[in-house]
Nanobody, 122 residues
Framework: QVQLVESGGGLVQAGGSLRLSCAAS????????MGWFRQRPGQERELIAA????????HYADSVKGRFTVSRDNAKNTVLLQMDSLQHEDTAVYYC???????????????WGQGTQVTVST
């Protein structure tokens, strides 16, 4: 059974940092694109960062570009999201996802974690 398990969320002051981790029990992890989505209260789930299996340049949403960094460790089946200079607007539930074809439509991603809450206080 495929599982994606996120960790590292929590409460942080504006300007602070958090690092999210996603451990994936995917047999062919190296062949999957890995993405981080977030869902803010009252809003749709949005793709904020993705690290493709091809090793090409990662994708970032404009709202996080320059502040967030996505990386993956194929030996450990893990994908990380380093979040710096956090803002109140980054408050959301963050989800890890795996898919064969990546785009910003959540319906195109095959496997999902349960989500982890990130709260940024002002």
């Amino acid at each position: 059974q495929v599982q994606l398990v996120e960790s590292g969320g929590g409460l942080v002051q504006a300007g602070g940092s958090l690092r999210l981790s996603c451990a994936a029990s995917l047999r062919d992890f190296i062949n999957y694109n890995m993405g981080w989505f977030r869902q803010r209260p009252g809003q749709e789930r949005e793709l904020i960062a993705a690290k493709m299996w091809t090793g090409s340049r990662p994708h970032y949403a404009d709202s996080v570009k320059g502040r967030f960094t996505v990386s993956r460790d194929n030996a450990k089946n893990t994908v990380l999201l380093q979040m710096d200079s956090l803002q109140h607007e980054d408050t959301a539930v963050y989800y890890c996802a795996a898919g064969m074809d990546w785009n910003d439509d959540p319906r195109e991603w095959r496997f999902w974690g349960q989500g982890t809450q990130v709260t940024v206080s002002t």
